[in-house]
C-alpha cells in the first residue's frame, strides 16, 4: 500500500482523511465547521500536513529500510527481510 498524502479532489482513503477521522473521534465537542469554506478549510490544512509527512518519509527512507540477510535454520536458503 503506497502513503496517500490526499488533495481536496482525491481526500478519500487518504492519510489526511484519516488525520481528519482521528481529530474529530479525539475531540469531545464536534468541530465548529459550519459551511464547506470551514471544512475546506480543515482538509487543506490536514492535505499540507500528511503531504509534507509523506515527503519526509520519501526524503529519508533510507532512515527507516532496513535489509537483514540470514540464513534459515529450518533450511539451507537464506532470504531477506526488508522493513519500513
Not at 471544512?39 to 532512515?63: D, M
Request: hydrophobic share 40%.
Amino acid at each position: 500500500m503506497a502513503l496517500k498524502a490526499g488533495t481536496l479532489n482525491d481526500f478519500a482513503d487518504s492519510m489526511a482523511e484519516q488525520m481528519e477521522i482521528a481529530l474529530e473521534d479525539g475531540l469531545q465537542d464536534p468541530l465548529p465547521l459550519e459551511g464547506d469554506k470551514a471544512r475546506t478549510y480543515l482538509r487543506s490544512l490536514l492535505i499540507a500536513i500528511a503531504q509534507g509527512v509523506v515527503e519526509h518519509i520519501k526524503n529519508n527512507l533510507e532512515l527507516t529500510t532496513h535489509t537483514h540477510d540470514h540464513a534459515s535454520s529450518l533450511t539451507d536458503d537464506t532470504h531477506s527481510h526488508t522493513v519500513f
